[in-house]
Protein backbone atom coordinates (compact mmCIF):
# COMPACT_ATOMS: atom_id res chain seq x y z
CA UNK A 1 0.00 0.00 0.00
CA UNK A 2 1.63 3.28 -1.32
CA UNK A 3 2.03 5.76 2.02
CA UNK A 4 0.43 8.77 -0.88
CA UNK A 5 -3.06 9.62 -0.20
CA UNK A 6 -2.02 8.74 3.97
CA UNK A 7 -4.72 9.89 5.56
CA UNK A 8 -4.24 8.25 9.43
CA UNK A 9 -1.80 8.58 10.78
CA UNK A 10 0.11 6.57 14.31
CA UNK A 11 2.13 8.71 16.18
CA UNK A 12 4.16 8.05 19.49
CA UNK A 13 7.16 9.26 20.95
CA UNK A 14 9.20 9.39 24.59
CA UNK A 15 9.59 12.26 26.35
CA UNK A 16 12.36 13.81 24.07
CA UNK A 17 10.42 13.99 21.36
CA UNK A 18 7.04 14.90 23.18
CA UNK A 19 7.34 18.73 21.80
CA UNK A 20 8.09 17.66 18.39
CA UNK A 21 5.19 15.23 18.23
CA UNK A 22 2.67 17.85 19.52
CA UNK A 23 3.78 20.36 17.01
CA UNK A 24 3.37 17.45 14.54
CA UNK A 25 -0.56 16.57 15.48
CA UNK A 26 -1.30 19.99 15.27
CA UNK A 27 0.24 20.69 11.76
CA UNK A 28 -1.00 17.32 10.46
CA UNK A 29 -4.59 17.81 12.10
CA UNK A 30 -4.45 21.45 10.56
CA UNK A 31 -4.21 19.66 7.02
CA UNK A 32 -7.02 17.01 7.49
CA UNK A 33 -5.15 13.95 8.65
CA UNK A 34 -6.82 11.82 11.62
CA UNK A 35 -3.79 11.48 13.90
CA UNK A 36 -3.90 8.81 16.65
CA UNK A 37 -1.51 9.65 19.62
CA UNK A 38 0.01 6.26 21.46
CA UNK A 39 1.76 8.62 23.77
CA UNK A 40 3.81 9.66 25.74
CA UNK A 41 1.59 12.78 26.67
CA UNK A 42 3.85 14.73 28.74
CA UNK A 43 8.18 15.61 28.96
CA UNK A 44 8.13 13.38 32.49
CA UNK A 45 10.93 10.82 31.68
CA UNK A 46 9.33 7.45 29.93
CA UNK A 47 10.19 4.48 27.98
CA UNK A 48 9.60 4.54 24.21
CA UNK A 49 9.42 0.68 22.89
CA UNK A 50 5.94 -0.13 23.90
CA UNK A 51 4.76 2.73 22.76
CA UNK A 52 6.51 3.20 19.28
CA UNK A 53 5.24 -0.67 19.34
CA UNK A 54 1.83 0.60 19.50
CA UNK A 55 1.87 3.09 17.07
CA UNK A 56 3.62 0.31 14.44
CA UNK A 57 0.89 -2.15 15.53
CA UNK A 58 -1.73 0.20 14.53
CA UNK A 59 -0.03 0.66 10.84
CA UNK A 60 0.24 -3.29 10.62
CA UNK A 61 -2.91 -3.53 11.73
CA UNK A 62 -4.63 -1.22 9.03
CA UNK A 63 -5.62 1.35 11.87
CA UNK A 64 -3.58 3.63 10.18
CA UNK A 65 -2.05 4.33 6.87
CA UNK A 66 1.36 5.46 8.07
CA UNK A 67 3.08 5.31 11.33
CA UNK A 68 6.07 8.39 12.71
CA UNK A 69 7.39 7.71 15.85
CA UNK A 70 9.98 10.14 17.33
CA UNK A 71 12.78 10.25 20.12
CA UNK A 72 16.11 12.30 21.20
CA UNK A 73 17.34 10.47 18.36
CA UNK A 74 15.03 8.64 16.52
CA UNK A 75 17.21 5.70 16.75
CA UNK A 76 15.85 3.70 19.38
CA UNK A 77 12.28 4.25 18.33
CA UNK A 78 12.86 3.36 14.58
CA UNK A 79 14.93 -0.17 16.44
CA UNK A 80 11.24 -0.72 18.32
CA UNK A 81 8.86 -0.23 15.69
CA UNK A 82 10.90 -2.38 13.24
CA UNK A 83 10.41 -5.39 15.94
CA UNK A 84 6.81 -5.12 15.00
CA UNK A 85 6.43 -7.69 11.59
CA UNK A 86 5.50 -6.48 8.55
CA UNK A 87 6.96 -2.59 9.70
CA UNK A 88 9.49 -0.97 7.49
CA UNK A 89 10.37 1.54 9.93
CA UNK A 90 12.78 4.37 8.58
CA UNK A 91 15.19 7.00 10.86
CA UNK A 92 15.42 10.13 8.10
CA UNK A 93 16.34 12.89 9.68
CA UNK A 94 17.01 14.36 6.08
CA UNK A 95 14.93 15.18 3.34
CA UNK A 96 16.91 12.70 1.15
CA UNK A 97 16.65 9.50 3.46
CA UNK A 98 12.83 10.12 3.64
CA UNK A 99 12.74 9.94 -0.04
CA UNK A 100 14.68 7.16 -0.61
CA UNK A 101 13.10 5.01 2.49
CA UNK A 102 9.92 5.75 1.12
CA UNK A 103 10.43 4.85 -3.05
CA UNK A 104 13.03 2.53 -2.50
CA UNK A 105 12.22 0.88 0.51
CA UNK A 106 8.39 1.31 1.02
CA UNK A 107 8.53 2.31 4.61
CA UNK A 108 5.74 2.99 6.65
CA UNK A 109 7.00 4.29 9.36
CA UNK A 110 8.74 7.30 9.93
CA UNK A 111 11.54 7.91 12.40
CA UNK A 112 12.76 11.10 13.11
CA UNK A 113 15.00 12.24 16.27
CA UNK A 114 13.49 15.88 18.70
CA UNK A 115 16.63 16.48 19.47
CA UNK A 116 18.27 16.43 15.65
CA UNK A 117 16.00 18.22 13.85
CA UNK A 118 14.04 21.50 13.86
CA UNK A 119 10.00 21.78 13.84
CA UNK A 120 10.73 22.78 10.42
CA UNK A 121 12.48 20.41 8.94
CA UNK A 122 10.80 18.00 10.51
CA UNK A 123 7.48 19.60 8.88
CA UNK A 124 9.31 19.20 5.12
CA UNK A 125 10.89 15.54 6.35
CA UNK A 126 6.76 13.95 7.41
CA UNK A 127 5.54 16.02 4.32
CA UNK A 128 8.43 14.12 2.07
CA UNK A 129 7.70 11.20 3.07
CA UNK A 130 3.84 11.04 3.04
CA UNK A 131 4.11 12.67 -0.64
CA UNK A 132 6.50 10.43 -1.89
CA UNK A 133 5.61 7.42 -3.47
CA UNK A 134 7.04 3.83 -3.96
CA UNK A 135 9.18 3.14 -7.13
CA UNK A 136 8.48 -0.39 -6.95
CA UNK A 137 10.05 -2.35 -10.21
CA UNK A 138 13.37 -2.99 -8.82
CA UNK A 139 13.00 -1.88 -5.49
CA UNK A 140 9.61 -4.23 -5.35
CA UNK A 141 11.86 -7.16 -5.59
CA UNK A 142 13.92 -5.86 -2.93
CA UNK A 143 11.09 -5.11 -0.33
CA UNK A 144 10.24 -8.49 -0.83
CA UNK A 145 13.17 -10.21 -0.10
CA UNK A 146 13.31 -8.08 3.36
CA UNK A 147 9.78 -9.54 3.90
CA UNK A 148 11.05 -13.16 3.01
CA UNK A 149 13.58 -12.93 5.81
CA UNK A 150 11.38 -11.44 8.46
CA UNK A 151 8.63 -14.77 7.76
CA UNK A 152 11.70 -16.96 7.84
CA UNK A 153 12.65 -15.62 11.28
CA UNK A 154 9.42 -16.06 12.34
CA UNK A 155 9.12 -19.53 11.53
CA UNK A 156 12.83 -20.03 12.82
CA UNK A 157 11.67 -18.57 16.25
CA UNK A 158 8.67 -20.16 15.99
CA UNK A 159 9.43 -23.44 15.60
Known amino acids: MSRVGAK ?8 AGFELKSHLIALLESQGYRVEDYGTH ?12 AAARAVRDAKADVG ?7 QGEQIAANKVRGIRAALCNDLWLA ?9 NVLSMGGRVVSPELA ?10 PFEGGRHARRVGQLT ?4 EEAAHHES
Open 8 to 15: RIAIASDH
Open 123 to 132: EQIVKKFLET
Open 42 to 53: STEATDYPQLCA
Open 99 to 107: EMARSHNDA
Open 68 to 74: IVLGGSG
Open 148 to 151: DIEA
